[in-house]
């Protein structure tokens, strides 16, 4: 068995407040539970408006499809939307 954790830096060049930065982050983080059966939350950066640090976390039967399947979320986020950039990411696995 293997943990996957993925780190997302996200930028959010047009937000202005943290009830747009909830309203931009929500639906992300809900999406990407639907959708790729995984565990989120924003782990940083919390009152900074611009900006967001999301972890998402999988288990999976062995490494490599672990971070196969972080990658692909990786993948996804940068293509989603415009109002939250993919600035960085790293996937880190965890035994």
């Not at 983080?29 to 939350?41: G, K």
Request: proline share 2%; aromatic share 6%; net charge neutral.
């Amino acid at each position: 068995m293997a943990v996957g954790l993925l780190t997302l830096e996200l930028y959010l060049p047009l937000n202005d407040s943290l009830k747009g930065k909830r309203g931009i982050l929500k639906p992300l983080i809900a999406r990407l539970r639907r959708e790729f059966n995984v565990s989120v939350c924003e782990a940083d950066a919390q009152d900074v408006l611009t900006r967001a640090v999301l972890e998402v976390v999988c288990v999976s039967q062995n490494r490599a499809l672990a971070h196969r399947h972080l990658q692909a979320v990786a993948n996804r986020v940068e293509s989603w939307r415009m109002d939250a950039q993919l600035i960085d990411y790293f996937i880190e696995m965890l035994d």
